[in-house]
């Protein structure tokens, strides 16, 4: 893995890379309060299967990409990014392949829903497409799906980034090596202003199911999406689908198990990448 900069938009994005530079091109997006390093046990995997592998840090968790104003960290802004991250890595007329977690996933059901041609495959943890949200909504279930997201309006508070930050990363007992990169990367005030703007001006439009051949990964002791919300997801692909649980991780499942989902996510790529 190397350390490269994406030009991208007026701004700089910092992220890991891995693979030959002629390969097909594989786009990581991470979660909150996380960066690429989320991706670190996965990326040599992917490069040694052949994918020209990039993990951004996306906007506000990159140093030169976090611009000023709550407004600049509306989803649209973190789908056009993504797209440009393809343009400017060769990718703009050719599909590149997909995956992300958590906020990351919002991001890509959103890139994959409204620019299909431009993503040849997707792959998505914990959050699923926003439909099957807006449909657990209207359910019997809505009342526990809602408290799933009650941290929302927390999140959302303005002076209550560090405890928000160390209490997100500190709950699921992970080793310091996994997440003192996290801190050195985010442990500072202008980042963690930037990153949970996320929560402050969150809006999702109204999206079609996605057509291409499609990989979620539902933790199922995950404390914000619930069963029936997961369940839902299957709706909402049209092309060829593939749920599969995790039982141990949580929000960190990525880093809470790793093999696993690394084999899920390989063989999602080896089934359906040309």
């Known amino acids: 893995m190397k350390r490269i900069q994406i030009k991208a938009r007026g701004l700089t994005f910092d992220a890991l890379s891995d693979g030959p530079e002629d390969g097909p091109l594989l786009i990581l997006l991470h979660g909150l309060p996380r960066t690429s390093w989320e991706w670190h046990h996965q990326i040599p995997k992917f490069a040694e299967a052949g994918f020209r592998t990039v993990a951004p840090d996306m906007?506000?968790?990159?140093?030169?990409?976090?611009?000023?104003?709550?407004?600049?960290?509306?989803?649209?802004?973190?789908?056009?990014?993504?797209?440009?991250?393809?343009?400017?890595?060769?990718?703009?007329d050719r599909p590149f392949h997909l995956m992300a977690c958590s906020i990351g996933a919002v991001v890509a059901w959103v890139v994959a829903a409204k620019y299909p041609p431009r993503v040849a495959t997707l792959a998505c943890i914990n959050q699923p497409h926003p439909m099957a949200i807006v449909e657990t909504m209207e359910t019997r279930a809505a009342d526990t799906q809602r408290e799933g997201y009650s941290y929302f309006s927390k999140y959302r508070e303005e002076g209550r980034e560090w405890e928000n930050f160390e209490t997100a990363i500190t709950r699921y007992d992970l080793p310091d090596e996994e997440l003192d990169p996290y801190r050195e990367a985010l442990g500072n005030d202008e980042a963690l202003r930037a990153i949970f703007h996320w929560y402050r001006v969150l809006r999702v439009p109204v999206l079609k199911p996605v057509v291409m051949p499609t990989m979620?990964?539902?933790?199922?002791?995950?404390?914000?999406?619930?069963?029936?919300?997961?369940?839902?997801?299957?709706?909402?692909?049209?092309?060829?689908?593939?749920?599969?649980?995790?039982?141990?991780?949580?929000?960190?499942?990525?880093?809470?198990?790793?093999?696993?989902?690394?084999?899920?996510?390989?063989?999602?790529?080896?089934?359906?990448?040309?």
Request: net charge positive.
């Open 59 to 92: 906007r506000g968790y990159s140093p030169g990409a976090r611009p000023e104003g709550k407004r600049k960290y509306a989803v649209k802004e973190f789908v056009k990014d993504t797209l440009a991250f393809a343009d400017e890595l060769g990718w703009a």
């Open 216 to 274: 979620y990964i539902w933790p199922r002791n995950v404390s914000n999406v619930k069963k029936e919300t997961a369940e839902a997801n299957t709706k909402y692909v049209k092309g060829p689908y593939r749920f599969e649980i995790l039982e141990k991780a949580l929000n960190f499942a990525l880093q809470m198990e790793p093999e696993k989902t690394s084999r899920l996510l390989l063989e999602h790529l080896a089934e359906h990448a040309q």
